[in-house]
């Protein structure tokens, strides 16, 4: 069973960046044809897609947030990495990494593995 778990700090100040890792169990980022997303969900709205990186090392983003999100992996610890620059309290959200055979939020993108979420405060 694969198995995904967000770590990183709870709390992040206005204009910092925010960076959360992702570490993986039971199945390699490396495995194809796979895909890792980070997924957000802000306080009373729905999930948002923010990007990915495929078992090649390819990176996808969201239109909305490219200019200032970054997806970087280490394959020695099987982990993957979300950094989110300039944040301000509308990046205020539950972040989660998730594992699919695709990119995006749509019905033919399936995910079929999720972390439990952590819960980011921007604020100060």
């Known amino acids: 069973q694969v198995q995904l778990q967000e770590s990183g700090p709870g709390l992040v100040k206005p204009s910092q960046t925010l960076s959360l890792t992702c570490t993986v169990s039971?199945?390699?980022?490396?495995?194809?044809?796979?895909?890792w997303s980070w997924i957000r969900q802000p306080p009373g709205k729905g999930l948002e897609w923010m990007g990915a990186?495929?078992?090649?090392?390819?990176?996808y983003y969201s239109p909305s947030l490219k200019s200032h999100t970054s997806i970087h992996r280490d394959t020695s610890k099987n982990q993957f990495s979300l950094q989110l620059s300039s944040v301000t309290p509308e990046d205020t959200a539950v972040y989660y990494c998730?594992?699919?055979?695709?990119?995006?939020?749509?019905?033919?993108?399936?995910?079929?593995?999720w972390g439990q979420g952590t819960q980011v405060t921007v604020s100060s």
């Open positions: 990186i495929r078992y090649d090392g390819s990176t």
């Open positions: 039971g199945g390699s980022i490396t495995t194809s044809y796979y895909y």
């Open positions: 998730a594992r699919g055979t695709y990119y995006g939020l749509g019905s033919s993108t399936p995910y079929d593995y």
